[in-house]
């Protein structure tokens, strides 16, 4: 297992962007993902990416959002634009090893073994 590491996370008005990190992966993964959790809600996936680069979202971030990795550093990052106050919530970046040949993005929490603990983001309107 190994421990990941978020920043980025802060406070910004509707229609605003912030820009997530992740570090700690290492070359042992080759799944990651961004969730989040919004207060009195289940952690839901945001986006996905292997190390090919090839790229997975879920519906409420299409358009908005950007997920990147840079192999060299292990870092992951998550480009969020056009926020909302909808998109206020606990950011977590997870990881995981699969020996299959895509990732297959169902984005559940189940798949993940590896956890950050989180930044926030809080989008007042």
């Known amino acids: 297992q190994v421990q990941l590491v978020e920043s980025g996370g802060g406070s910004v008005q509707a229609g605003g962007s912030l820009r997530l990190s992740c570090v700690g992966f290492?070359?042992?993964?080759?799944?990651m993902a961004w969730f989040r959790q919004a207060p009195g809600k289940e952690r839901e996936g945001v986006a996905g990416?292997?190390?090919?680069?090839?790229?997975a979202y879920t519906d409420s971030t299409k358009g908005r959002f950007t997920i990147s990795i840079d192999n060299a550093k292990n870092t992951l990052s998550l480009e969020m634009n056009s926020l909302k106050p909808e998109d206020t919530a606990m950011y977590y970046c997870?990881?995981?090893?699969?020996?299959?040949?895509?990732?297959?993005?169902?984005?559940?929490?189940?798949?993940?073994?590896?956890w950050g603990q989180g930044t926030q983001v809080t989008v007042s309107s």
């Open positions: 997870a990881a995981r090893w699969t020996s299959a040949g895509d990732c297959v993005w169902r984005f559940s929490t189940a798949d993940f073994p590896d």
């Open positions: 990416i292997n190390r090919d680069g090839r790229t």
């Open positions: 290492g070359p042992t993964r080759n799944c």
